[in-house]
């Protein structure tokens, strides 16, 4: 199995400011994923990075990819209120069952 | 392109009585996940489809969870009997088949087993 382990826990952080939160793995990743979930509902797709890709953008999204270290980060750049939720990043490898980690909760303060 | 539905979106239930979930992928996709979120805590994998076969399901307490997907399309989860601990919300995701397993998930089902 493949899980991924979000860091920080939790962040909270002011409206206008920038959000990181870091992403660890243990195996070989065929790509790695980032989903985002509101309260009371269901995770949400935000963005995929291929193991051959160092650095994606979608938006005020940015991820990047260290296979070396295995990790990864999304930095949400310009937070806004509505981007209060909790992300969780999900490592796919061959074969491998993906689990979910805890994830990260960000509270963005109006 | 329809997303993925599932009913109910709210259940209470008292311990030892039964529920049943009903999931409705996105058409076409293969691969359908059923999850169990406790509060605080991330989805954990109760059992994967490929189509209408069962893929992986450890983590399913099989003495009183059971799953089934009929033709490979809609899916049903029930918990008989249920217990206190398996307050929680049971999300239905789908993907296509293929490497890149991007899941799309439903807007869950919020069981409260008192």
């Known amino acids: 199995s493949q899980q991924g382990e979000e860091d920080p826990q939790a962040l909270s952080i002011q409206e206008g400011e920038n959000a990181t939160m870091n992403c660890s793995y243990k195996?070989?990743?065929?790509?790695l994923q980032w989903y985002r979930q509101n309260s009371g509902r269901g995770l949400v797709h935000l963005i995929l990075i291929r193991s051959n890709e160092r650095e994606k953008h979608s938006g005020r999204l940015r991820v990047t990819l260290d296979t070396s270290k295995k990790s990864s980060s999304l930095l949400i750049t310009a937070s806004r209120a509505a981007d209060t939720a909790s992300y969780f990043c999900?490592?796919?490898?061959?074969?491998?069952?993906?689990?979910f980690g805890a994830g990260t909760r960000l509270f963005v303060k109006a | 392109e329809a997303g993925v539905a599932q009913s109910p979106r709210y259940k209470i239930i008292e311990k030892r009585q039964s529920v049943a979930f009903w999931c409705n992928p996105i058409?076409?996709?293969?691969?359908l996940y059923w999850y169990q979120q406790i509060l605080g805590q991330g989805p954990k994998l109760l059992i994967q489809f490929q189509n209408n076969g069962v893929v992986d399901d450890s983590q399913l307490p099989k003495d009183r969870f059971s799953a089934e997907r009929l033709k490979g399309v809609d899916s049903t989860l029930k918990i008989q009997p249920a217990k206190l601990e398996d307050s929680a919300v049971y999300l239905c995701?789908?993907?296509?088949?293929?490497?890149?397993?991007?899941?799309?998930f439903g807007p869950g089902t919020r069981l409260l087993v008192l």
């Open positions: 995701a789908s993907s296509l088949e293929g490497l890149l397993k991007t899941q799309y």
């Open positions: 058409s076409g996709h293969a691969t």
């Open positions: 999900a490592p796919v490898g061959g074969g491998f069952k993906t689990i």
């Open positions: 195996t070989s990743i065929n790509n």
